[in-house]
């Protein structure tokens, strides 16, 4: 997720079992080959030699969002070159910036397009690396939703995460999880549903309603670190586990800090910690009464102190 899961949140996610695999922010591709820099940049993973993956070993799939099928396909083959274990192409960002220069969901007004961008980074990277898309139900409504996915599983992907709303819903609840099904019926490749999946019980309604056997998880694994470890465990035992603790959110949110003070100002982490606390807050009544007393402040170590995080993890990274 842009601006917000990196290598360190993808780091401290994984740590416990959960996930099977994580995905990388986009990388931007507009009309050259980026330089291998850019992709080091989203996926430091890449730099390990093997293929790409959390310390914990869980795979980290490298994005791509364009929309110039040329452009798409020298980019595939450099992250290729830089050892990329599998691409996925966004179709699903609805920021206005990114979709008034025609990528992410402006593709899904044209699914001709969406094709040529799919089977350009097929056939750029053959079939030693996996291509996955990820769409949302359409731009501004869901008619061409069953053509865009076709278009997708035609152009060569291998599975397809499909968000269960419009470009024009943005994040608007609720997802349409239903709407998943009726494009997951029609396909051959596997279908991921995602959207709106907060709770153990959303993933079992989404699995429910969609049909799927995989979800993907968004800001629901932000707001809840323990959410995939619990669906997990779930799975496993059929047990709920109970609600994560806030000392558990908080020694997280430290260890991201700790982790990112030696390379960012302490104000900007700051910030990203509010932006993280913020997701928690909906969904957790001691991170709401935390976030509202540490809202103004900017000094890493009082706000640090003021989530109450176990001591050891307060301590700043060796420089
Ligand atoms: C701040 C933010 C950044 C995002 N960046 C990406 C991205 O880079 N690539 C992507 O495929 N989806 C991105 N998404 C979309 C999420 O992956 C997900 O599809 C969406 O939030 C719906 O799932 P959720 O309701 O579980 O969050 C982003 C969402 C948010 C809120």
């Known amino acids: 997720m842009e601006g917000v899961i990196d290598a360190v949140t993808r780091e401290l996610l994984t740590r416990r ?40 070993g869980v795979p980290v799939h490298l994005q ?29 960002c609805p920021a206005k910036l990114v979709n008034r220069h025609d990528g992410g969901a402006s593709m899904l007004r044209d699914p001709r397009r ?13 079939d030693t690396l996996p291509v996955t898309a990820k769409i949302r139900l359409g731009f501004a409504d869901r008619r061409l939703a069953l053509a865009c996915a076709r278009a997708a599983e035609d152009g060569g992907a291998r599975r397809l995460v499909v968000h269960g709303r ?38 079992w309604k ?9 979800v ?20 496993a035992t059929g047990e709920c586990l109970p609600a994560t603790p806030w000392a558990e959110r908080a020694r997280v949110l430290s260890d991201y800090a700790a982790a990112q003070r030696s390379a960012l100002p302490g104000k900007i982490v700051v910030s990203l910690l509010k932006q993280w606390l913020n997701l928690m807050r909906g ?20 706000f640090l102190g003021g989530l109450g995080a176990p001591r050891d993890a307060r301590r700043a990274a060796p420089a």
Request: glycine share 8%.
């Open 216 to 235: 993907m998880l968004g800001r629901g694994a932000l707001a809840d670190p323990g959410l995939a470890p619990r669906i997990r465990h779930w799975q």
């Open 114 to 126: 969406l094709h040529a961008a799919v089977s350009a980074v097929h056939a750029a990277v053959g």
């Open 283 to 302: 969904r957790d009544a001691e991170a709401a009464r935390r976030f509202q007393a540490l809202r103004r402040l900017t000094e890493l170590d009082a």
């Open 206 to 214: 989404a699995r429910t309603l969609s049909g799927c056997r995989d």
């Open 166 to 203: 419009t470009r024009n819903e943005g994040y608007r609840p609720p997802a349409h999880w239903e709407w998943i099904d009726r494009i997951r019926r029609h396909l051959t490749i596997p279908v991921v549903a995602n959207g709106d999946i907060w709770t153990l019980e959303d993933y």
């Open 64 to 92: 791509l969002l364009g929309s110039d099928p040329a452009a798409l396909a020298a980019n595939a083959r450099q992250a290729l070159r830089l050892g990329a274990a599998s691409l996925d192409l966004n179709f699903g």
């Open 17 to 56: 079992a959960g996930f099977d695999w994580t995905v990388t922010e986009f990388v931007r591709v507009v009309d050259t080959r980026l330089p291998p820099r850019v992709f080091l940049r989203h996926c430091p993973e890449l730099a390990g030699g093997d293929a790409p993956a959390t310390p914990s």
